[in-house]
């Protein structure tokens, strides 16, 4: 007999759902206003760019390259100090140039071409491993090949593209370094993996030799397909394996790109068709693309890949060759690549998520005692404490939480008490943010003062953390009624939350958080 679910709860249940995708997007924590201004000035840095590109003579191709280059001088470079992202953002067309140099001299030399895209892939997440810098590189080595197979690049059209690629990554870093540096009052604080090992141990070497071998297959699968537009199906699987530590993680980014390019080509039939590349409204949308790309990726990579599916579409249709056929073939090729970066993290040198969650869930526990200590010290009257910083890392750190445990809180998942704990662990944790942002407000105002409880009460956070990452529950403290000042009310709110996070995060012997 077959189970029937009522039309109402099913409705209901879409709604929901459909509600808390829009409350995490729009709702979402962003401290010191940095996603918008990240977006604003993404914008404002592009468009420049590619109108600096445009007024210097270049063709549309041209004005392309030079503002993907643009976007991507804008959205990697992550390093924690405002010099380490001048440097690396110098070091972009170093590496950038000779790579589309060799992408342009193999175009006609599709076996030489493909072994160089493949190790193109290999040692741009290889590169993962010296951080926030090696990250940037190797992700814009590899889009300057993408983007040469994308725009079919010759070697007859390098000089145009050197020199854009050169303008923009210019312009770019002069709206980062100079009309807009906002980071020389908050500096971002980049979040590296934590490392694991030497050799076939370390996570980036496995994710190396895995997405190296999950692009081979996305590349010869997406030749069989189409042999013009095969690329999207390598580039599907690249972008799968960024920025993900573990088995689960990489799958159900996989998952989410899929779904974000299945709504992106749903809203292109509806928007970008119908305009045929008319020049005006077509960059008007672009650059609500851009902002959309920035504005979300941090927050719900099935929106970013929402955006980053509709800039596609405008740029082809840009250049006058989109069709509803093309987004068809779009959607296969990311298919073929979400298949491709599957079938590798199953089967190649496999990265499980135990040891990759605990260790994210104990360097935002860390992160969290950081930020009480600093705010103690400024309520006291220290002059160089600041912990803005210490809560945009923290913010950081639960994202990668949340990235790490969604396997485990995905609606397939068929193991429900798992699902159950990993969400009550995220609730505490959101909890201790909250705590954290409220007690770090307090500290700001200047007419706040210092008690000589919170030092006491700083110690008892500083002792349930080391008691929850040493696994020694029986050395936590719950405090009883919360009193009336605002400083120790944020403290004991704190408290409560570690104290609950003992019973989801230490569970029996065979029975932990996260599967082997």
């Not at 926030?132 to 145009?160: C, I, K, Y």
Request: glycine fraction near 8%; include cysteine.
């Amino acid at each position: 007999m077959a189970l029937r679910i009522p039309r109402r709860l099913f409705c209901a249940g879409v709604f929901q759902g459909r509600t808390a995708v829009l409350k995490r997007v729009f709702v979402a924590p962003d401290p010191g206003r940095a996603r918008l201004r990240f977006a604003t000035r993404a914008v404002l840095g592009i468009g420049p760019a590619v109108m600096v590109c445009l007024l210097a003579g270049q063709s549309l191709v041209g004005a392309v390259t030079g503002g993907l280059a643009a976007l991507l001088a804008l959205f990697t470079v992550t390093d924690p100090t405002v010099r380490g992202q001048a440097v690396t953002t110098a070091l972009l067309p170093v590496v950038g140039v000779p790579v589309l140099a060799a992408a342009a001299e193999l175009h006609d030399h599709p076996v030489a071409r493909d072994l160089t895209f493949l190790a193109v892939v290999g040692v741009g997440v290889y590169a993962r491993r010296w951080g926030p810098r090696g990250h940037s590189l190797g992700v814009f080595a590899f889009m300057t090949f993408f983007v040469a197979q994308f725009l079919h690049a010759t070697p007859d059209r390098l000089p145009e593209l050197y020199a854009a690629v050169l303008l923009s990554v210019l312009v770019a870093a002069a709206v980062r370094f100079g009309a807009w540096c906002y980071e020389r009052r908050l500096p971002p604080a980049a979040v590296p993996a934590p490392p694991t090992g030497t050799g076939l141990a370390r996570v980036t070497t496995r994710q190396a030799v895995a997405a190296t071998a999950g692009a081979g297959f996305a590349l010869v699968a997406g030749q069989l397909v189409s042999g013009q537009r095969w690329y999207w199906a390598v580039g599907a699987t690249w972008w799968i394996f960024v920025n993900t530590a573990s088995r689960g993680e990489t799958l159900v980014r996989g998952f989410r790109r899929v779904l974000g390019t299945v709504i992106g080509i749903g809203l292109g039939f509806l928007v970008t068709v119908p305009l045929h590349g008319a020049p005006v409204p077509t960059a008007v949308l672009v650059a609500v693309a851009v902002f959309g790309i920035f504005y979300t990726a941090a927050v719900s990579y099935t929106w970013m890949m929402l955006w980053v599916t509709l800039l596609a579409e405008l740029l082809y249709g840009l250049l006058g060759v989109l069709s509803p056929g093309l987004l068809a073939l779009r959607l296969a090729e990311t298919g073929v690549g979400a298949l491709g970066a599957a079938l590798a993290v199953l089967f190649v040198l496999p990265v499980t998520t135990h040891a990759t969650t605990d260790a994210w869930i104990q360097r935002a526990l860390r992160c969290v005692h950081a930020c009480t200590a600093e705010a103690a010290a400024r309520l006291a009257g220290s002059a160089t404490a600041d912990p803005a910083p210490r809560v945009a890392e923290l913010e950081q750190l639960l994202g990668r939480v949340r990235l790490s445990v969604a396997p485990l809180v995905h609606p397939l998942n068929p193991m429900p008490a798992r699902k159950a704990r990993a969400r009550r662990v995220v609730a505490l944790l959101d909890d201790c943010a909250r705590e954290v942002r409220g007690l770090v407000a307090v500290a700001a105002d200047p007419e706040a003062s210092h008690d000589a409880r919170l030092a006491a009460a700083c110690w008892r956070v500083e002792a349930a953390v080391e008691a929850l990452t040493a696994g020694r529950t029986d050395a936590l403290h719950r405090p009883t009624e919360p009193p009336a000042e605002p400083a120790l009310a944020h403290l004991h709110g704190l408290e409560r939350a570690l104290a609950d996070l003992a019973e989801p995060l230490h569970t029996p012997k065979g029975s932990r958080l996260v599967g082997a």
